[in-house]
Each structure stands twice: as C-alpha cells, then as structure tokens.
C-alpha cells in the first residue's frame, strides 16, 4: 500500500485538461502541521508516499515535509509534479538532501508550441525540461507522465524520440480523464480512441525498441493488440488517496468500480477479467461503437 497525499492545490500551470479542475479557487492549501500529522497517520501499512497536489514544488516546507516523511519510516517519497521549479538546482538538491527518491515530472508535449499551450504556461517546456535534465544528472530516477489530449495525439512518437533522450526511468502515456477541465469541453480535448491509438502504439515502439519502460493508462485492452502488457494497471500499487473533503481507501476499487466502466462488447471479451475497461466519461461521450472484443 503507498499513500498519495493532496498536499494543496495551487499550481504555476493551469493545464487545459486538469482534472483537479478549479479546487484551487475553492479550497485553500494545506499547513504545515495537518501535512506532518497526515504523513504520520498514513504511515501504518504504507511504505510509499507520493507527494501531489496541484504542484507540490510551490511549498516553501516541502524539504520539511520529506524529511519527516523519511523520519518516521517511508522508504520510498516520490514527488509529483509539472517539474518547472526543478529547474531550480539548489532547490532540486534541497529535496534529495531531505530524502526524495523519485520524481514524476509531466511532460506533454515534444515542443514548447504544443506543451506551453496546453499547460498554459509560457516558458514552462523550457523549465520543465531542464528540471528533468536536472534530475537526471543528480542521479534522481526520472518516471515521466504524459496526458494523451487531440491537441498533443499525433506528437506522441516525437514525445516518446524526446523521453529516450532524457534518459528516464520509464514513461506513461495516460488517456484523458475527462473531469475538473477537461470536463468542461470534453470533445475538443478527449481524442476517440480509434484516432488516438496508432500514435499511442508508435509511441509505445519507439520507447520499447530503446529498452524504456513504458505504459499506457486508461486504455482498454482491446485496443492495444501485441502491447497488452504496457498497460500500467495490473502494476499501479494499491493506494490510499487523501483529497480535498474525501479520502479514497483503496484506489485500485474505486478506479474500478466508479471510475471506469465496462459495455457491450466487453460481454465475452477474453480479456474482459483483465480490462478495466475505459473512464466511464468515454463512452458517455462517444458510445461504444468502436469497441471490438477480444476474440
């Protein structure tokens, strides 16, 4: 069990497909003190925290809080985040001094055209980037998150060229949840499926002939024919979310049984035990025409 721990929701990006949406606006960061208590109650049964939020990296306490962290026990603290405060060296060596172990930095597009559009963010590629490079050259292990959207689906092959480059760990490709902003105008961000998955598949070759680790999140498998075995779910640990208003147990049953959703074809799919199936928002936007089982 890890525990994945909001620790707020202000940010330097405000990404077009968010799907913290706009908590920033309606709920204020948390302090100091409530984050070290949660980080202590959280620990029994979890050896993992993953620091999130909005963008942790905004926090002046975010050493302090690693730090206690790996004080009372966590073996392993990775920090998600869009990585432009990376670019900060000293910074970045505040963090691993106080026991980070790994970082997932997002990465979601092969050019500052395409990523500073959707993160909304002028300059953040560039930030970005050299977090990541930054990372890398302090020995951090680097494990990059990509949201698959129609504005970045057919650059996905050039992303991935990009990720072998920057030597990382491994990369995702996670399809689009279509909640909190991308919620708002989900058929000008969510790509269908049948338009997205040639790309998604060069990408996952590119990173596959390179010996790079590398996923997808959120894609059916009967649409990944020969790469069922890049689809991260079977491998996401179990997970304790603390949110807003609301703790998740076990992220791994909500995911399956809110969050996503099975149809039609997936009645004597041969895979349908395996397959979580799409975001149940998917086929509430475009049905399930284009599912096919898997004989």
Request: glycine letters at 8%; one cysteine or more.
């Amino acid at each position: 069990m890890r525990l994945d721990l909001k620790v707020g929701w202000s940010c330097n990006n405000r990404c077009t497909f968010c799907v913290q949406g706009d908590k920033r606006d309606l709920y204020p960061d948390r302090d100091t003190a409530s984050l070290r208590k949660l980080i202590e109650e959280g620990r029994p049964g979890s050896a993992e925290l993953v620091l999130t939020g909005g963008e942790p990296t905004v926090r002046r306490d975010l050493p302090e809080l690693i730090a206690h962290a790996r004080a009372v026990g966590y073996e392993r603290v990775q920090l998600q985040t869009n990585g432009r405060m990376l670019c900060n060296r000293p910074r970045l060596a505040a963090l691993i001094s106080a026991g980070l172990t790994e970082v997932s930095p997002a990465l979601h597009g092969p050019d500052p055209d395409t990523h500073d559009a959707l993160t909304r963010a002028p300059g953040s590629f560039k930030q970005t980037l050299r977090g990541i490079r930054n990372a890398r050259e302090a020995g951090l292990p680097v494990v990059l998150n990509s949201v698959v959207v129609k504005a970045n689906v057919r650059q996905l092959p050039r992303m991935a060229e990009l990720f072998v480059r920057l030597d990382v760990v491994s990369f995702q490709l996670a399809f689009v949840h279509a909640l909190g902003t991308a919620g708002q105008d989900v058929a000008a961000i969510m790509p269908r499926f049948t338009e997205a998955m040639p790309w998604i598949l060069r990408a996952l070759t590119v990173g596959r002939a390179a010996g790079v680790r590398c996923w997808t999140e959120a894609v059916p498998l009967c649409f990944l024919p020969g790469f069922e075995h890049h689809a991260s779910e079977p491998r996401i640990p179990r997970t304790r979310i603390v949110d807003a208003e609301m703790v998740v147990p076990d992220y791994t049953a909500t995911r399956r049984d809110e969050g996503k959703c099975k149809g039609p074809a997936c009645v004597g799919c041969a895979v349908q035990t395996l397959c979580e199936g799409p975001w149940k928002e998917y086929p509430q936007t475009y049905g399930w025409d284009e599912f096919r089982p898997v004989a």
